[in-house]
């Protein structure tokens, strides 16, 4: 259901669809990745890190989530986060 809806162009709804899927299942590595990939492109990229790494813990051989993962780590919001934490 997340892939349709983003494919017709209703990428709140996808997301939703998504969080819903990972509820019902956590180990869900595929729907992680396709939540995290959506919530990088909606600049949510806090959220999307933690999307990327509850994907690595599903599937820690997932390369895609470990790029995907590197990518939004470089984001400057979630940069300045860590930075905020460490103060």
């Keep these: ?17 998504f969080e ?5 299942e956590p180990g869900f ?4 990745l396709h939540l995290g990939v959506l919530l990088s492109t909606a600049a949510r990229y ?3 890190k933690e999307a990327f790494g509850a994907c ?11 790029q995907d993962l ?3 780590e ?3 919001s979630v940069l300045g986060a860590a930075d ?3 103060k």
């Design 1 to 17: 259901l997340g892939i349709a809806e983003h494919e017709l162009g209703h990428d709140a709804a996808a997301i939703a669809a």
């Design 20 to 24: 819903q899927a990972v509820a019902l």
């Design 29 to 32: 590595a595929s729907a992680w």
């Design 46 to 48: 806090s959220e999307a």
């Design 56 to 66: 690595l813990d599903a599937e820690p051989s997932l390369e895609q989530c470990r």
């Design 70 to 72: 590197a990518l939004v």
């Design 74 to 76: 470089r984001k400057p």
């Design 84 to 86: 905020a934490g460490a």
